[in-house]
């Protein structure tokens, strides 16, 4: 069942049950009206409460069905608002735990709201590049007020139950529950209390029939516009929302419900909008290992150690340390030790500063910290982190330390960016406790952790560690052992495209200008001169050995023999004032390009941003359909999550293999062919990928 109807003397209930939130799909709104008709026919019933079972009242309106028939379906959630508004017993809805999108709206129809404390009370649609769309901007105003209610609806920020009951003036709620567990008397009994005025002849109160008015109307809109417009780039939705609410306080509120409907179906159109959406089921899904039950018993994480302190181990251990797990940090000598303690300390130090952490809580967290040089001293460790130096040598020498001297069941992990974890298992007895954590730099801040999957890697090992990642509050996607895993095997291919635009024409600004035009943060040489060239410089020479078929631009290797290494060494791509960021495009740069092309008998030609662009991610795109077919991830979305969340790919456009869909995977094979056909660039590589050639085929897509 959806909602469930029942009848405790003179009131039904009707309890909404549709795990895991009460997503308001078809057949629950379909279930309520049917209850709602039931209690209005039942001469017995004098009132109607309204609530919702399990662990929401409701997270609003069924994302799944989103794009699917059911969505609209009548009833769909705006007629089941107004079969509430219509029904001629007073409703009461009992409100807890979660209250968000469309479940705030249904309870907005409702003739009263009984809420519980500690209720996330929330119009998050923004953040699905949407707005409220079902009375959400005409109602929430009516009861909270236009300037508080467009402060949640622009930020789709969640504001807890008794913060909201507790404001001057609201309407939202008409009692708050004395405790969650209290709220179902208490709204029963709030129901009889109401339903014998109604008896009496009172005429039910309806949300839309309250004022909506602002005082400044003109200028605070105006006002309210300049600020979202500053924070709203590239997405459409929150200036929707103001235009929304703006109807709200213009006329009849049946005007002003049209007006949203109209902008809530511009909305769901955009690809913006299908970028988050994507990105917000694309999240959940990581979480699913295809082969690892949910419910497979995880092992308990009680404590960390953390092997180097250096830049990796100190940002790897801020991760736990913020979230209450000690960490025992071991390195071999006591002044790195000191050096990584006191950048830990320093980067708390710069919240502080920033108001974004308390002094208390900073001492808390430094309380949780311990350090040692010795093995001996991390043995009871629950799970241990590898952050040594990116050597196999040197790492294959830590786990055999590691597996002489952690108690039996520990978790071993390595925090390789791109090395086999095969490898490094093999060298311990202990392969099945062995995994690869992939933390990205910064560590403490970087929300990507990518969790590389050993050929022998236990499935609890697998499940705790994707547990924990939620925990440290990290986006887990599982990847499977290749070079690069999956973010940097196709950064790989996207370098690699950079440095072949380079020979034919192209300057480190006009790709990066490109790029950064489509929606990347920083083109790709901006963010060489600012991650170090010398670090891709390392991982080439290691490809020239173990690749020699590979085609690389020599223009990466010129620019390094020169010393230019980026803004460490105050040159690279770019030129760079003494203590200044700004990237100044070199002369040095563009005649060793120049050489460089005359040296390999090309002619310059322009380029186009489109096909730099094109070239660029269509190079991600392939790479990934690759990375796919070897296994490497399970699925499309995981591939997007990795390049949004660690490798700057703009949200609004949802990741590189729907971008791929978006552009259509025809038109992406189309572009192939056409670049297969450059002699300066790598034929073999456009060859498209077999499974991204055969979905293009049938006309099909990626996600
Ligand atoms: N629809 C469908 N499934 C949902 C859902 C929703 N609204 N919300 C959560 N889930 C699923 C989620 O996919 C996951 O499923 C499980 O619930 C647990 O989620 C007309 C159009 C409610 C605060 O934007 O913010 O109403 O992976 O891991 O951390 O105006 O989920 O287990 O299969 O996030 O406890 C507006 C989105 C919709 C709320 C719970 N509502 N959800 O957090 O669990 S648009 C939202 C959340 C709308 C109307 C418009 C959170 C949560 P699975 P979880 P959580």
């Not at 079972?53 to 009548?74: L, R, V, W």
């Not at 029904?87 to 735990?97: E, F, G, L, M, T």
């Not at 409907?261 to 917000?280: C, D, I, K, N, W």
Request: include cysteine.
């Amino acid at each position: 069942m959806t909602a469930e109807y029942q009848v405790h003397g003179d009131v039904a209930v009707i309890t909404l049950n549709n795990p895991p939130v009460n997503g308001l799909g078809y057949a629950t709104r379909k279930a309520i009206v049917a209850g709602l008709n039931r209690a209005e026919d039942d001469a017995a019933v004098q009132a109607i409460v309204l609530t919702g079972a399990g662990a929401a009242f409701s997270g609003g309106a069924d994302i799944k069905e989103f794009g699917t028939p059911q969505a609209m379906q009548q009833p769909n959630l705006p007629a089941v608002i107004a079969a509430l508004e219509q029904v001629r017993k007073p409703v009461i809805a009992a409100i807890h735990s979660v209250c968000m999108g469309g479940g705030l709206e249904l309870a907005l129809g409702c003739h009263y709201r009984v809420v519980a404390p500690g209720c996330s009370v929330a119009l998050p649609e923004v953040k699905l590049g949407l707005l409220p769309g079902a009375g959400g901007t005409q109602r929430l105003p009516r009861v909270l007020g236009v300037e508080t209610a467009l402060n949640m609806i622009v930020s789709g920020e969640a504001v807890k139950s008794e913060m909201l009951a507790a404001l001057p003036g609201q309407k939202l709620f008409d009692k708050l529950a004395a405790s969650p567990e209290a709220l179902l008397d208490e709204a029963m009994a709030f129901a009889r209390e109401v339903a014998a005025k109604h008896q009496a002849g009172a005429p039910l109160p309806l949300v839309r029939s309250l004022p909506c008015k602002h005082p400044q109307g003109d200028g605070y809109f105006g006002f309210a516009r300049n600020m979202v417009r500053g924070m709203a780039k590239n997405f459409p939705a929150p200036l929707k929302c103001v235009d929304a609410v703006e109807a709200a306080t213009q006329g009849k509120f049946e005007d002003g419900l049209r007006r949203e409907g109209e902008l809530f179906a511009q909305l769901m159109l955009t690809p913006e909008s299908r970028a988050l959406r994507h990105l917000f089921l694309a999240e959940r899904a990581a979480s699913k290992i295809p082969d690892v039950p949910a419910d497979t018993p995880k092992r308990t994480i009680a404590t960390v150690a953390v092997i180097g302190a250096g830049t990796m181990g100190g940002g790897i251990t801020m991760n736990f340390l913020n979230a209450g797990i000690p960490v025992k940090l071991l390195e071999a000598k006591q002044e790195a030790l000191d050096r990584g303690v006191a950048t830990i300390r320093k980067n708390y130090e710069a919240q502080i500063k920033k108001g974004k952490l308390t002094q208390d809580k900073y001492e808390q967290r430094m309380a949780l910290l311990s350090t040692t040089l010795a093995y001996a001293d991390i043995a009871n460790a629950d799970l241990v982190i590898e952050a040594v130096f990116e050597d196999m040598g040197v790492k294959e020498a830590v786990f055999q330390q590691l597996d002489a001297v952690m108690k039996p069941g520990a978790i071993l992990a390595t925090n390789t960016s791109t090395l086999d974890v095969n490898k490094i298992a093999a060298v311990t007895k202990r392969p099945q406790d062995v995994v690869g954590m992939h933390f990205f730099s910064p560590a403490n801040v970087m929300k990507l952790l990518e969790v590389v999957r050993g050929e022998k890697t236990a499935k609890d090992v697998l499940a705790t560690v994707m547990a924990l990642a939620k925990k440290i509050k990290k986006v887990a996607v599982v990847a499977g052992v290749c070079d690069g895993f999956i973010g940097n095997r196709m950064i790989e291919q996207y370098s690699r495209q950079a440095g072949f635009l380079l020979d034919e024409g192209c300057t480190p600004a006009q790709v990066d200008k490109a790029i950064e035009k489509f929606g990347f943060a920083m083109g790709p040489f901006r963010m060489g001169d600012l991650a170090g060239n010398d670090i891709g410089w390392a991982i080439r020479k290691r490809r020239y050995v173990e690749k020699p078929h590979m085609k690389y631009s020599k223009t990466a290797d010129l620019l390094c023999e020169m010393g230019r290494f980026g803004q460490k060494t105050g040159a690279g791509w770019y030129d760079y004032q003494p203590g200044k960021r700004d990237a100044i495009p070199s002369p040095v740069v563009e005649k060793m390009l120049e050489e460089h092309r005359k040296s390999l008998g090309i002619t310059p030609r322009k380029i186009s941003d489109e096909e730099i662009v094109q070239r660029l991610v269509f190079a991600l795109v392939n790479e990934g359909a690759h990375i796919l077919e070897d296994g490497i991830a399970s699925r499309a979305s995981d591939i997007d999550l990795v390049y949004l969340m660690g490798y700057g790919f703009p949200l609004h456009r949802g990741g590189p293999m729907l971008y791929a869909d978006e552009v259509g995977l025809f038109n992406v094979v189309q572009a192939m062919r056409r670049f297969a056909k450059n002699p300066y660039d790598d034929a073999a590589f456009w060859q498209p990928a077999p499974l991204l050639a055969r979905l293009a085929d049938e006309g099909k897509t990626f996600n």
